[in-house]
């Protein structure tokens, strides 16, 4: 395979890369001026020609989402989507770390096309050093004039805000974002109204994450040709790649989505390999709301259409969680069932109760104590929630059970294997004293 060259993270390991300085000097804001000497039309025409499909988890094109805009509108509002709670995911993090001007051209860019006077960023906030040098980066842009009025002498101003969460997994869903923006519960909103009609404050809201944004500058500088030839046509240009587990060499990496799993992990340019001659039991490649693989189906390319022929959710954050053949698979479902029933937000019954329930199940499972029929219990509860059968306010459901069925359907014998295993009557003690 022929040599990838960086474009996301061309610049991690320059010195003083975060700095307006560096970025310049290797090419930055050039392509918001190309931008700035276009319409906004031609600027959206551009986006959806060069199908740049939203890196937040969604693959939602970007420039069809900015096209839902009311024509009418009189103000419009941006919210770039820094809160990243997807474990294990940590690109858009790294872009933040180590170019913020890369994150802020795009910015500019997205608002001109959207013609929206107002952005704020929105970062977790266990992003201490991150929001540092991001306000750093705006104060910056700012100073030079590339931020407030008439940016880079046109008519268009741009004020951008750096806002910190509260570090809810829900306000990764753009609504409940929007909700915390406004200083209240981070809960996610019925639609509609979607939020291109009704959204922060009322007013029309564009919101996009920073990996889409950060596309921005270069489709504007080279072309969508140019970002259309990187990939497959379902799924153009550069996507950043996180690996974490027992891999030599755990990070976040940049490719084509012609990349696959097996070489996520194997490829000595990326994973390097499992450590200390472990073997592959798992992976959950897409953060870990997509579901499950098993060893058998790491061939599974990281884009926007594959997971789906493997029973996933989709691509997810392409953050690939990798689990060896030394770890137990009740003690993994209890882990994700854990985490869903503590962070879903308790507004839908079938979410609140649905998670809860299963992280009890899932508990009982991973204790020694549980019975065949707890996994078809877990599977009759996940099918209960979500909302593809639209029983939910948010998606957060449906991330919440597709790991827990991937893992049910794809590791069903190892787990009654486990459950058989048990010390004679200890499920059924633990009835009789519940009961």
């Not at 690109?91 to 959207?114: K, S, V, W, Y």
Request: with cysteine.
């Amino acid at each position: 395979m022929a040599a990838f060259e960086p474009v996301l993270l061309r610049n991690r390991g320059v010195e003083q890369s975060t700095t307006l300085k560096v970025y310049e000097s290797r090419g930055g804001y050039q392509g918001v001026r190309k931008a700035l000497k276009q319409t906004p039309d031609e600027v959206v025409e551009e986006v959806k020609n060069a199908n740049l499909r939203g890196r937040g988890g969604a693959g939602f094109p970007a420039g069809v989402k900015w096209s839902f805009l009311p024509k009418d509108r009189t103000r419009t509002l941006l919210c770039v989507n820094a809160d990243e709670s997807e474990p294990p995911t940590f690109c858009n993090r790294i872009l933040m770390e180590t170019d913020p001007h890369q994150l802020i051209e795009g910015t500019i860019i997205a608002g001109f096309a959207t013609q929206s006077q107002t952005a704020y960023i929105y970062l977790r906030v266990e992003f201490h050093e991150q929001f540092h040098i991001v306000q750093k980066a705006v104060e910056e842009a700012y100073a030079a004039g590339y931020l407030g009025k008439k940016i880079f002498g046109s008519e268009y101003s741009l004020d951008i805000y750096v806002h910190r969460g509260a570090g809810a997994y829900v306000c990764g869903e753009e609504t409940g974002l929007i909700e915390s923006l406004e200083g209240k519960r981070g809960w996610p909103r019925i639609k509609p109204p979607f939020p291109a009609v009704e959204g922060l404050f009322g007013q029309p809201t564009v919101v996009n994450n920073v990996e889409t944004l950060s596309c921005l500058p270069h489709i504007l500088e080279r072309g969508a040709e140019w970002f259309t030839s990187i990939g497959p046509d379902h799924s153009a240009g550069p996507k950043l790649f996180c690996v974490s587990g027992p891999v030599k060499n755990p990070g976040c990496y940049e490719g084509p989505m012609t990349i696959s799993v097996r070489d996520l992990i194997e490829r000595n340019d990326l994973g390097g390999g499992m450590r200390d001659g472990k073997k592959v039991k798992c992976v959950l490649p897409g953060g870990v709301s997509m579901g499950a693989l098993s060893v058998d189906e790491l061939d599974m390319k990281l884009d926007f259409a594959d997971p789906r022929n493997y029973g996933l959710l989709g691509l997810g954050t392409a953050a690939a969680v990798v689990i060896d053949e030394s770890v137990d698979m009740r003690m993994v479902l209890q882990n994700l069932a854990r985490f869903y029933g503590t962070e879903s937000c308790g507004q839908c019954t079938q979410c609140r109760e649905g998670t809860s329930w299963m992280y009890k199940i899932a508990t009982r499972i991973a204790s020694g104590a549980g019975r065949i029929s707890d996994l078809d219990l877990l599977l009759e509860t996940a099918r209960n929630m979500g909302m593809m059968p639209g029983y939910s306010i948010c998606g957060l459901p449906d991330g919440a059970t597709y790991p827990i069925e991937t893992i049910i359907k794809k590791f069903r014998p190892e787990l009654e294997a486990s459950i058989n295993a048990q010390a004679p009557g200890k499920a059924e003690a633990l009835f009789t004293v519940l009961n």
